[in-house]
């Protein structure tokens, strides 16, 4: 966009556009709570300057090469890093000539929404990125880049964040997160607890990951007990860093309450690396129950992302590795697969399990009835594929009217993309403004209840889940 | 909402706004056909008050307290009777103050449209409700209650109600609607032939039901071809009493057409107690075929209301018994589970079977393509979770351009709150008229069509599909 | 419609209507590329006068009968051919008659605007069609057929119609494509090889069919890779006589890619009618991804169109053979279905497969994903059920974000009703126009960018993808 829309995703009709801006210029202003995502923690430890454009906002953008690579235009040549050795390219202004050259790909999508108001926001780019402006937008950028208000901490603040989650797996040392602590420096930057390589046996190195995990809690986790108890312990201490919350990536969102003598035969299992599929999967549904018992007991707020199948062409994975764009949702049951979670914990209103979906038939159906009556239960923002301005219209159509606002949790940015997060949270806004202002045109519900409720899905509810 | 917009639920443009004004005009007025809900038949038999406004609004409407519930608000704190004899809320005013404070959570919610409506329409209530308001309008509500023009047979004219279906078990006496008959009443309060309990193995004490089934309609139930016998007997003496429907409520669509002595085995088994789960269900759906077949006997309108996991948590069954808002929608298959029954019965014109659904996946997928191609086969309204207006609208955008408007069967309530009839009905009426408003402004369809249309789907399609 | 709306199918914001008018004034004039559909080629061969009104409007568009057959009117009265040898009607009056007083039951449909549409722009009819006009549009239309402007190959000049592309099954003679080429006339018509009849061993005579193959191709077919080489040969005949692409219609999405000597074992089984129905489907996938191999070799665009519950009622099958509208739309898996396919060629982007659904639910949560990902895959456009406005405005709402415009292939009609193909693309077109101009007002693309797409989604893509 040469010059972004002020008016940008609010409704078409003038009577609807006028209440969305006014209940976004209550809200545009609010600091920005950002609880789940993955962006990397040395950034702010280190404070260093952001190599260049390319590495800024392609390589690491899977919403991006994914993109690119659709059309045919080779990972490597978009500088991916690989797996096996093979070539990558290395030239940051040809990764970016190629990226600028193709960009009319992105027309429709959230990517497109996201770089351009990051561009036009964070680097005071005018023009539309294309062929004909790719190096004179890459040097803009690269120039902005060397300057001392372009480091982490200085856009951090600029992007008024209150608070910043990272992800970090439960073998993690932390450091970064302590390194920012010791520096004295105000941003809020915390850590997530992340255990999925210690609860999957599927995962490659499972019972040395839990080996390790005992090592690291001063327990033996070899045994079922001693393994809960590494996780406690474990949970605690990521808790001491910051933590107010756990994560879990799992293939299903299944769940399981076994008697504890047969979850300690099947850990036995899990440990020896004999587990079945379906077995390796009634172990990752037991641990769920598991951490969710811990969670009453430690207060971290948990939660559950399931449904990706996970690298899904063979070549892509031997040639870069994992997590490269090749993530495909599935069809995700909820209603059987929370039963024994729920009926262990969900009535429990000391207790907050936040649950995601790439599955948006769940929504209407499971997702909204089953947060809109047990007390646990809330339901996460529209997540990944969904996050986007159609996907979080359709998310607030198809579950306000069975869960209400007040069972959801405001916004997540889930993302890698630093310079994206105002975007991404700015799009948020807006998508929710305009679907409150329709509420108020049709009748459904006051201005003064819209402008409350702008608030509480643009702040209140977010840090309210998360217990922030 | 201080006052009802007049324009509620219309589209926010102008030209479609305009239009679907004047389409709600010509049929506002229109009598209400309420072919399916579940109402008390007594209240009408008895014409005594109601009792308190808690006991009016929030105890009875699942709806209500299951919102309440999610966000830790204890069942027994808002009056839900218990099944386990443990305390419940007796005080009408303290629980209708817990839900005043707490009507925030109904925002963008379809209780939140009804209520208003409710409170507003039927007892001139203008203040919104809240914590600040709740002793106020309680004190209205209930000042209201206690004259005569508040007893239920006068709501019913009032409400300008033309028929009313309420829902009885295939064991019920039917006392009330007698009462209501021989009182020489006019207004027309019929039932509804639900033999669930008579038909589901799986329903706790179903041999002792068959047998009593069997005592009512002066037959030997107990045998395959008795039992088939004692419903049609049962059939018959409803539709004396005034039925024209049945309604039957499955945990899937299942449907069988079995070989007699096959469906025979299977009815032993199932009376000795030994179905299997797959057996059970085969059994169900066995019994819908025979449904249908007594259905081209006796004419009675046949209704399938598959779907919903029942009692999600044990711990609400356990302490509250059935019913109480933990019913959870699931994924339903219709193309490969009505096939039986079709194929015995499908091409039959002189058979209405309407299909409901929890499952809004299936709207375009299944049911419109196969309501839009089996003469026997209409598409009930959107059901339950989906009876809202982005439910509606969902519904009409999923389902015309396949079936048509004609082979759906008008709005149905389904409720138990009888003060919101009038307002769900009217929220029905708004949502069709302006999604035909929309048909007209994009010039897919006439202006007088759309009239014709409009009273159609408010009052003659529900009339003609359920022979009233 | 008596007139035609000009602005039909726009948004109903004036904002968005000029643009959306204005975008399609730019594409209003392209030429039709119609790259996909069933007409018959003998039309254009023989270039004889079309029968009555009837027969063009109503016994071939199973969209017209199977509406009237589920409202009662029997099959039979509108003179679909029976497959029994029963009655069926023969007076085109008669038949017509019957359409015109039960039109109403197309208000709302895709129906209603392809055929309102059709009358006005092609037989010059002002008048909305019932019971009162009936005769008079019938005489206007039947006169008009009887004008040499109404021949075949005038309309379709008229139509500007730049590609046809018809499909014939493998075992085909092409004959009347010949003949079209052999008349020196300048229209291109152009075959698509379908090999159904000869790759599914459920199909009745099978191996019989192989063996033609094998005849056809002068190769024994009856060994495994006399087979894939009789494929390859036809293939390379089918290319020769203009055609650019295959059609796959499968009951799945299922893929395999067996080693050979399992799928050699496999087609042994299947010639000797031993298959059981998993070993037919295995099959079936085996050969597509052996059909997309073959297609790196020829360079045919592969279609895949899945998911058809086929001859849903055992009795119409019976009576009237197969394609009589009950083909019902499955849920259909996409994610692990095409995976072998998309692990053995999926990368490689010389290779075009377009890919189908009718289960919207696959949309944004599995084709979308696919195609934004793998170099080979493009998504088709809405299809059958869904190829109406409704359907393609949620088509592009939920395919857009994540696959954007150039994972799609423009559009197809799909039809064998020759004069509802303008109308059809003329929808199509309108509501894309519809639906860039809600991007370009919610400033989510500019305005130079929205025409180019908009000549994409017109014409260029489907040139591109079909390599025309």
Known sequence: MARLNPDRLFPPDLEGRVIARDLYEEIRGLPIISPHGHTDPRWFAEDAPFPDPARLFVTPD??????????????ASLGVPRADGGWTEADGRRIWRLFAANYHLFRGTPSRLWIDQALGDVFGVTQRLSAD?????????????????????ALFERFNIETLATTEGALDDLRWHRMIRDSGWAGRVITTYRPDQVVDPDMPGFAEAVEQLGQLAGTDATTWTGYLDAHRRRRLWFKAQGATATDHGHPTARTENLPAAAAAALFDKALSGRCSPDEADAFRGQMLTEMARMSLEDGLVMQIHPGAARNHSAEVLAAFGRDKGFDIPTRTDYVRALRPLLDAVGMRSDLTVIVFTLDETAYSRELAPLAGVYPALRLGPAWWFFDSPEGMLRYRQTTTETAGFYNTVGFNDDTRAFCSIPARHDVARR??????AGLVTSGRLDGDEAREVARDLAYGLARQAYRL
């Open 133 to 153: 402006t790719a190096d004179a937008i890459h040097d803009q950028v690269a120039d902005c880049l060397s300057r001392p208000e372009y480091r982490p901490r």
């Open 62 to 75: 899977h919403y991006v090469f994914r993109m690119l690579c659709s059309q045919g235009i080779p990972l």
């Open 431 to 436: 998508v929710d403004c305009a679907f409150l």
